[in-house]
């Protein structure tokens, strides 16, 4: 496919937003721990499961047992109390899918024990059989007892293995309870408790203008507040956090990689950080709006902690945790992917927390920009709904390939008296292979044409998710993919980075053809709209055919027959007339109130359909 792009530099427009390319940083597919975050031990304070010492093994003729009993503090639920019966036994960690073993490298290891040992206990670096060491130290027997105490060591490794593992191994017998065990290599920039070099050595290459953190998903939780992530929780020494279930994305997370390490990455990639802060709802569930205080004075606490002077309380914290300077917040995110047709139904008063959050920080930081949620699912026009003011909005598009590249011109009559747009996340989501691929790289160049040459109003813009440990990965595709020795940039992240790396100051006119050929009349189909009274489809509709699927989970399927008829319009702006077909249609939500519902359905490329509420 080839673009043609005519240039014509005597007709000047308008400034390119100086912060238009930035990063969107969620843990999701192993992101932090077993990702971006250097620690080397999984499930290093024995936290992951309540029954058995996951990730780690015997060795030898060795017990485990986890315990609850004289816990190392109160943040500590479990411990791992080993019982060594016979020299030569121990226990051993076999890390994010193998601990990477580097000849030279130095590691560096730390845990918490106590209890009784006849002779040392050894702490070995070994290959993947268990079998050989690469590096070793030793601590002796009769300096644990019964007080919990921090041990630490340097490890050289001398051979190489992607698939190594820690272990401990007792010179005699032996009872010690175990906790936080960690191994890190050297980390970015060297910072303690960092990241991994080669990974944030990517994001550093993006040279992204801001930093969106933590999420997504990962922000709000699932099921209960406690799955949220909660910032107090994720700050001073390691031991103290006591991490989470990262319920969305499916494992618990330590919140090594916390509050802190993310201001402090932001400060590192010179990025301005971009918080989202969580307004009470979670996926399952909300806090009354009535009652949302609490999360009002956690989120203003934060940005203390963040930018407050160290003569107060949060400021203190934060001089004390090691960052005196204020990391210095410039931009705040109301709510991840709040304010959604279905939420709204269900009355989650998104404009209304707005309000209190916004009121409640632009009092304190008159300067903080503001970012609001509009409609991130369903609808190609996400609107601001309300008389309440934000200077943005977060967009978000997961569309096909065809999708973006057709909507080079989303924003050319985009209304400029409303808030700007931060498109917080965007990615091609529908045919781009295994990993990503050159065709879903194309079309979200395409669109990010469109983003610059509307960044008048497209202030900001950024793609999701990044990060993918391939080891276990639930969202495809990822723009940065990894295992514990190999890293992989996609074909988006190189788009990412080339429009970074050439982000122009100020846009002229230009015109293109884009590799899809299609026609600007096409482009400009509008979809169908059907009206639909209680029980019965009234009028003519735009569906795909044969089969018609959830969409965006506001219509579907549910069998018999139905009488389905009109045009229809496929993603690729192919307009085309069916008559009937099987299959019957099912609101959902179901309504029963008797007026009547405007939707607009409209046929995807794959054959599904997607519908919204207007
Ligand atoms: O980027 C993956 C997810 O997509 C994010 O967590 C969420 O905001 C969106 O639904």
């Not at 308008?14 to 990702?35: C, K, M, Q, R, T």
């Not at 080891?471 to 990412?496: C, F, H, K």
């Not at 307009?575 to 409209?602: C, F, I, K, M």
Request: a negative charge; charged letters at 20%.
């Amino acid at each position: 496919a080839q673009i043609t792009v005519n240039v014509n530099t005597a007709q000047k427009g308008h400034e390119v937003s100086p912060e238009l390319y930035g990063i969107f940083y969620e843990d999701i597919n192993h992101a932090a721990d077993g990702g971006l975050y250097a620690e080397l031990v999984r499930n290093r304070s024995f936290e992951d499961n309540t029954k058995a010492a996951e990730h780690w093994a015997t060795v030898g003729q060795s017990a485990l047992q986890l315990t609850a009993k004289g816990l190392l503090n109160a943040k500590q639920h479990q411990a791992l109390l080993v019982t060594f019966r016979q020299a030569g036994d121990g226990i051993s960690n076999e890390g994010f899918w193998g601990i990477p073993v580097v000849q030279g490298r130095c590691y560096r290891l730390s845990f918490w024990a106590k209890g009784k040992l006849k002779g040392q206990l050894r702490a070995v670096l070994t290959d993947a059989t268990g079998k050989h060491a690469f590096a070793s130290a030793s601590f002796a027997g009769k300096s644990f007892g019964n007080k919990w105490t921090r041990y630490e060591a340097e490890l050289v490794a001398d051979g190489n293995d992607s698939r190594g593992q820690l272990q401990f191994l007792a010179d005699g017998k032996g009872q010690l309870t175990f906790d936080v065990v960690s191994l890190f290599p050297p980390a970015f920039r060297n910072r303690q408790n960092g990241l991994r070099p080669e990974l944030a050595g990517m994001l550093y290459d993006l040279h992204p203008k801001f930093l969106r953190f933590p999420g997504g998903c990962f922000v709000e939780g699932q099921d209960s507040p406690d799955n949220a992530f909660r910032w107090e929780r994720t700050i001073g020494p390691v031991e103290q956090r006591e991490g989470h279930w990262n319920v969305n994305w499916g494992y618990r997370t330590t919140d090594g990689l916390g509050f802190d390490e993310y201001l402090q990455l932001a400060e590192d990639l010179h990025a301005k950080p971009l918080y989202v802060v969580n307004v009470g709802i979670w996926h399952g569930g909300y806090t009354p709006l009535d009652s949302i205080q609490p999360w009002i004075d956690e989120t203003m606490n934060a940005l203390e902690y963040a930018n407050g002077p160290v003569t107060s309380k949060y400021g203190a914290l934060r001089a004390k945790n090691g960052h005196p300077e204020p990391y210095n917040i410039q931009y705040l995110e109301i709510g991840n992917e709040n304010n959604q047709p279905d939420q709204r139904q269900q009355s989650d008063h998104y404009y209304e927390r707005f309000k209190l959050f916004r009121d409640a920080v632009l009092k304190k930081y008159p300067d903080m920009h503001i970012i609001g949620n509009v409609a991130a699912w369903g609808t190609d026009e996400p609107k601001w709904e309300s008389k309440e003011q934000t200077e943005l909005v977060d967009e978000h598009y997961y569309r096909s390939p065809a999708w973006f590249a057709e909507h080079f011109h989303h924003y050319d009559n985009y209304d400029r008296r409303g808030p700007k747009v931060y498109v917080g996340e965007y990615a091609v989501t529908q045919g781009f292979g295994q990993v990503g691929d050159l065709n879903a790289a194309l079309g979200e160049a395409v669109f990010m044409m469109g983003m610059e040459n509307n960044s008048d109003i497209v202030r900001m813009a950024s793609y999701a998710p990044i990060f993918a440990n391939v080891n276990e990965t639930r969202w495809r595709p990822d723009m940065i993919q990894y295992d514990a020795t190999r890293v992989l940039g996609t074909p988006s992240y190189y788009v990412q980075k080339m429009m970074a790396d050439n982000v122009g100051t100020r846009t002229v006119s230009t015109t293109l053809t884009n590799p899809y050929q299609i026609a600007e009349a096409q482009q400009q189909v509008k979809p169908q709209v059907c009206r639909v009274g209680v029980g019965t489809w009234a009028t003519q509709a735009s569906f795909a055919q044969p089969s018609l699927s959830a969409g965006d989970g506001k219509v579907e399927q549910v069998g018999g027959k139905v009488d389905i008829r009109g045009t229809w319009q496929q993603a690729n702006g192919i307009v085309s007339q069916q008559s009937a077909s099987e299959g019957a249609l099912r609101l959902n939500p179901q309504r029963t109130d008797g007026n009547e519902y405007t939707y607009h359905v409209r046929a995807r490329k794959d054959g599904g359909a997607e519908g919204f509420l207007v």
